[in-house]
């Protein structure tokens, strides 16, 4: 009887029932997973992401049987859209998430950006906002983009502007991925691959036109799947992680009372208000409804903080 060979890798692209492992070296293997670890995956669709790094074995045919799933550092995992009560994990171990967005081509709303950006945040994920199609904006959009902008950089998130068309903006890009595990998200036709393609045109991915009719963007990535490129010093190695469009983002695991935690304008805040467990709609003594009156919290930031509570306590029953 031969000997089991028993390798290591990364997960770089997950299509179903297989994955794509990256191992030392260079080499990918095409794996399956080992049934009762399906057990594992408790409400989540995908027991597996992009990102984990795993143990398999391999068997006579050349492909391998994943035996072992490492612990995950953190992960972006959101609502399943089609099995409303099961959860997706976009992608695991990641360095920094790159929030693609668009004002008009389609237009990204600041819910679905906070919906996301309280995830990264709850994960201890860093997060940046880059806004797409710069080129397309008029004085107007300028306008609202500025406010935008202000909105998230006052409270600690970087915004940058690109456009994949032009390249206007993609080198500071470069360098702000340079060496990272960089998870690009965002709704679809914000044109997320085409950046990605601008980054690094050797990846060629697949771009599509947004809707005319609907001015919603088409599905072109049909799988998560990370690529390994060398960008500036040779020896840093970047990940970029391609996902397919994102048309909602549901909360998973949250609970009313630690919500707050996750907008960094509203944490430095708690302490001050009078009751601890205090939710910041109707309490008395409540810092954060004072600073939304004063200002120094954006109303529309607290709208949205108001929309993620309200869904999260409509969906109690599905918290674990």
């Known amino acids: 009887m031969s000997e089991e060979v028993v390798k290591k890798g990364l997960v770089v692209r997950t299509t179903g029932s297989w994955y794509n492992v990256l191992v030392d070296g260079g080499d990918v293997f095409a794996c399956r997973l080992r049934g009762n670890f399906r057990i594992r995956g408790n409400k989540q669709t995908n027991p597996i992401a992009v990102g984990d790094h795993v143990t398999f074995s391999l068997i006579e045919d050349g492909t391998g049987m994943i035996t072992d799933v490492a612990e995950r550092h953190n992960c972006i995992i959101r609502r399943s859209t089609k099995l409303s009560k099961q959860t997706h994990v976009i992608a695991a171990n990641i360095d920094q998430l790159c929030l693609v967005a668009t004002l008009g081509f389609p237009r990204t709303s600041t819910g679905f950006i906070d919906r996301m950006l309280v995830t990264a945040e709850a994960y201890h994920i860093p997060a940046v906002i880059i806004f797409n199609k710069c080129d397309l904006y008029d004085n107007d959009l300028w306008q609202i983009h500025n406010e935008i902008k202000q909105i998230y950089e006052s409270v600690g998130y970087p915004v940058y502007e ?9 080198d500071t890009i470069k360098k702000l991925i340079e060496g990272k595990v960089s998870l690009f998200s965002g709704h679809s036709g914000v044109g997320k691959s085409a950046l990605l393609n601008a980054i690094d045109p050797s990846l060629n ?13 088409k599905h072109t990535t049909t799988f998560a799947e990370i690529f390994p490129l060398v960008t500036g010093h040779s020896s840093l190695v970047t990940h970029l992680i391609d996902t397919p469009g994102i048309k909602e983002f549901g909360m998973v ?3 009313p009372e630690e919500l707050s935690h996750f907008f960094p ?5 708690l ?4 009751f601890a467990n205090c ?3 109707h309490e008395p003594g409540c810092a954060v409804k004072a600073a939304v009156e004063s200002g120094d919290i954006n109303p529309e930031r607290y709208q949205n903080y108001l929309n993620i509570l309200e869904s999260i306590e409509s969906d109690a029953p599905l918290r674990r």
């Open 162 to 170: 690109v456009s994949a068309l032009t390249g206007d903006g993609v």
């Open 205 to 217: 991915l697949k771009t599509g036109a947004v809707s005319d009719w609907s001015l919603k963007g």
């Open 253 to 255: 695991d949250f609970t």
């Open 265 to 269: 304008e509203m944490r430095v805040r």
């Open 271 to 274: 302490q001050d208000c009078h």
């Open 279 to 281: 939710t910041h709609r």
